[in-house]
């Protein structure tokens, strides 16, 4: 697929030539701090030092943070029962492992609930309030969902089950009646960060507790490793609190003693040298952490991650990863015949994406749709049948709000959930058409043509002499990379290939040299050989690529990724 490429706009010159020469960097480097708002040497310092001391915002900015903790102390005080309740997602389960990890500390009569996924569906069910009343809780706290559960809070209210929600989905038009409700998405919260995930709004309750109790954070910290899995897989922009909090956890994760993300680690199959960073996390911790959920239930994934004895993690992680397996497997089937039913129905030319089909894996629909968007580049929403209903995944494409089109046709729907990028639905069988007719009519009218065609936004444009170990150990850096603040993308042009070879027959490796310069370094591109033949002619190009290291019996040595190629006509 063609894919346009975009220059961020060049910065201030005189702005960039003050940061360099402050921070004895070169002119390139200080255009992609500058690039990222970072214009002065405090706000550098701050950007390459997070500190947690420091750099966290007073957790009792967010609203109704005061009643949640004096009623988490009461139920403590008062030995209250308590249930951890959260979603089956890997920040829903990282979430309940957290706050049920820490609370374990200070409380006995904890227990945790993670709901099915098809017998009780999303956020908080009626099940699991009912349960909660047979065991005699009378507190509980649910992270990751809640902040549309408002008839169910009534319930819960009957039944005298006070419930402190901790979400960060965007609120309907009315705020849950529950005892305190914690989103910094409401628009009565002044709490300055918006994008915390659902493990970030429970970290910020765990801070809050803390600090009224004068319990030392040093107490809470070592859980930033289950934190940053939640920041890393729900897509959040890795900034503000979110970088520093990223930053820690991945130090923390590379140094865990947690039993269970050990033996996660293990049957990822890490070897022993990686340092594990934002993106091994997304591809290989999470996938198995989700696959718990997909497949059977995810309750599954927090006994593995609050798990202190090696034997039982070792047994549940094998366990996870075998669901992570069999989940691979539907999503490659799936995703075929979704791709077969597009180009069967001439739904090429359409602005969206619709499918239905009764018999598709409930648990695997949203990876289906992500597949999909990576071939056809439309808003899409992948359905299955489900206890008589139409329930799915949608899910976007880059600077387009899918939340807003769904709520749209909110008319069509028994319930939807999510935000800009991501939504769940439900319907009924009758209403699958009317609701595709009238999404695609609305996306039709919102979306601008360029959206439809995917976009490589590009840092800077460099000559591959500008590339040293220096310039990437700066850049390395920037890390953690993530959402608005991703891995830096170059361009470099007039480049041609030597010792050209095709890899397993998908991918193109080869050695690439700049016209007028000696500099060369081995490229590698996965899954593009449609560009080999033309590489392999001696034809000369440009280079969209991200800059790695390519570790190889002992060796390391810088390499480049590519993201892309234009060929000179």
Same mark, same amino acid.
């Given at each position: 697929m063609?894919k346009r490429?975009?220059?961020?706009?060049? *910065?201030?010159?005189?702005?960039?030539?003050?940061?360099?020469?402050?921070?004895?960097?070169?002119?390139?480097?200080?255009?992609?701090?500058v690039q990222?708002g970072? =214009?002065t040497?405090?706000?550098?310092?701050?950007?390459f030092r997070? #500190?947690?001391?420091?750099?966290?915002?007073?957790?009792?900015?967010?609203?109704?943070m005061?009643?949640?903790?004096?009623? !988490? +102390?009461?139920?403590?005080?008062h030995?209250?029962?308590?249930?951890?309740?959260?979603d089956?997602?890997?920040d829903?389960?990282? #979430?309940?492992?957290?706050?049920?990890?820490?609370?374990q500390?200070?409380?006995?009569l904890?227990d945790?609930?993670?709901p099915?996924?098809?017998?009780?569906?999303y956020g908080?069910?009626k099940?699991?309030?009912?349960?909660?009343?047979?065991?005699g809780?009378?507190?509980?706290?649910?992270?990751?969902?809640?902040?549309? #559960?408002?008839?169910?809070?009534?319930?819960?209210?009957?039944?005298?089950? /006070?419930?402190?929600?901790?979400?960060h989905?965007?609120?309907?038009?009315?705020?849950?009646?529950?005892?305190a409700?914690?989103?910094? =998405?409401?628009? $009565?919260?002044?709490?300055p960060?918006k994008?915390?995930?659902?493990?970030?709004?429970?970290f910020?309750?765990m801070?809050?507790?803390c !600090?009224?109790?004068n319990? /030392?954070?040093?107490?809470?910290?070592?859980?930033?490793d289950?934190?940053?899995?939640?920041i890393?897989? @729900?897509i959040?922009?890795?900034?503000?609190?979110?970088r520093?909090?990223?930053?820690?956890g991945l130090r923390?994760?590379n140094?865990?003693q947690?039993?269970?993300?050990?033996?996660l680690?293990?049957?990822? =199959?890490f070897?022993?040298d990686?340092?594990? @960073?934002?993106s091994?996390?997304?591809?290989?911790?999470g *996938?198995r952490?989700?696959a718990?959920?997909?497949?059977?239930?995810?309750?599954?994934?927090v006994?593995?991650l609050?798990?202190?004895?090696?034997?039982?993690?070792?047994y549940?992680?094998?366990?996870?990863?075998? $669901?992570?397996?069999?989940?691979r497997?539907?999503d490659?089937?799936?995703?075929?015949?979704a791709?077969?039913?597009?180009?069967?129905?001439?739904?090429?030319k359409?602005?969206?994406?619709?499918?239905?089909?009764?018999?598709?894996?409930?648990?695997?629909?949203?990876?289906?749709?992500s597949?999909?968007i990576?071939?056809?580049?439309? *808003?899409?929403?992948i359905?299955?049948?489900?206890?008589?209903?139409?329930?799915?995944?949608a899910?976007s494409?880059?600077?387009?709000?899918?939340?807003e089109?769904?709520?749209?046709c909110?008319?069509l729907l +028994?319930?939807?959930?999510?935000?800009t990028?991501?939504?769940?639905?439900?319907?009924t069988l009758?209403?699958i058409?009317?609701f595709?007719?009238k999404?695609e009519?609305?996306?039709?009218? %919102?979306?601008? +043509?360029? %959206?439809l065609?995917?976009?490589?936004?590009i840092?800077a444009?460099?000559?591959?002499? $500008?590339?040293t170990g220096? &310039?990437?150990?700066?850049?390395?850096q920037f890390?953690p990379?993530g *959402?608005?603040?991703?891995?830096p993308?170059?361009?470099?042009?007039h !480049?041609y290939?030597d010792?050209?070879?095709? !890899?397993?027959?998908?991918?193109?490796? &080869?050695?690439?040299?700049?016209?007028? #310069?000696?500099?060369?370094f /081995?490229a590698?591109?996965?899954g593009?050989p449609?560009h080999?033949?033309?590489?392999?002619?001696?034809?000369?190009?440009a280079?969209?690529?991200?800059?790695?290291?390519?570790?190889?019996?002992?060796?390391?040595?810088?390499?480049l990724?590519?993201?892309?190629?234009?060929?000179y006509?």
């Open positions: 063609q490429w975009i220059f961020k706009e060049t *910065p201030d010159p005189q702005l960039v030539d003050q940061l360099a020469s402050s921070l004895e960097i070169s002119e390139s480097m200080a255009t992609l701090l990222r970072i =214009k040497f405090d706000a550098a310092k701050n950007f997070p #500190s947690l001391k420091n750099h966290l915002h007073d957790p009792f900015l967010m609203q109704d005061e009643k949640a903790v004096i009623r !988490l +102390e009461k139920a403590i005080e030995k209250e029962k308590m249930m951890i309740y959260g089956y997602d890997v829903g389960t990282t #979430s309940v492992a957290l706050v049920y990890g820490f609370l500390n200070y409380h006995s904890l945790y609930y993670i099915d996924r098809y017998l009780e569906g908080i069910s099940t699991s309030i009912d349960w909660a009343k047979e065991q809780i009378t507190l509980v706290i649910a992270l990751d969902c809640g902040i549309k #559960s408002v008839e169910l809070m009534d319930y819960a209210n009957e039944q005298g089950i /006070d419930y402190i929600i901790c979400d989905h965007m609120p309907g038009q009315e705020i849950p009646r529950a005892h409700v914690l989103d910094p =998405k409401r628009k $009565d919260c002044t709490y960060f994008e915390l995930s659902g493990c970030g709004v429970g910020k309750l801070q809050a507790y !600090l009224r109790n319990i /030392d954070l040093e107490e809470l910290y070592p859980f930033l289950l934190l940053v899995i939640s890393a897989c @729900d959040v922009p890795i900034i503000g609190e979110n520093v909090m990223a930053f820690y923390q994760l140094q865990t947690r039993t269970g993300i050990k033996a680690i293990d049957v990822a =199959k070897s022993d990686t340092v594990l @960073d934002i091994n996390v997304v591809f290989g911790l *996938p952490i989700n718990a959920g997909r497949i059977q239930h995810a309750k599954k994934a006994m593995l609050v798990s202190n004895n090696k034997k039982e993690a070792d549940v992680a094998e366990l996870i990863n075998k $669901d992570n397996l069999q989940r497997d539907l490659s089937s799936i995703t075929e015949e791709l077969s039913m597009i180009a069967q129905n001439r739904l090429e359409s602005k969206t994406t619709v499918l239905f089909k009764e018999n598709w894996h409930k648990g695997v629909i949203g990876i289906v749709a597949r999909c990576e071939s056809y580049h439309r *808003p899409t929403v359905l299955t049948q489900h206890n008589g209903k139409a329930t799915g995944s899910r494409v880059p600077g387009f709000d899918l939340y089109a769904i709520d749209a909110a008319d +028994e319930q939807f959930g999510g935000h990028h991501a939504a769940g639905l439900t319907l009758d209403k058409e009317p595709r007719q999404f009519n609305i996306v039709a009218k %919102q979306i601008d +043509e360029e %959206q065609t995917p976009l490589i936004e840092d444009k460099i000559d591959l002499k $500008d590339i220096k &310039f990437y150990r700066i850049l390395q890390a990379f *959402p608005a603040n991703m891995r993308v170059f361009v470099s042009e !480049l290939a010792y050209p070879k095709l !890899l397993k027959e998908k991918h193109v490796k &080869f050695r690439t040299r700049q016209e007028g #310069s000696d500099a060369f /081995d590698i591109g996965f593009m449609e080999y033949e033309r590489i392999a002619s001696g034809e000369r190009f280079l969209c690529y991200n800059i790695d290291e390519n570790r190889y019996r002992g060796q390391t040595s810088l390499q990724k590519i993201k892309d190629i234009k060929f006509e």
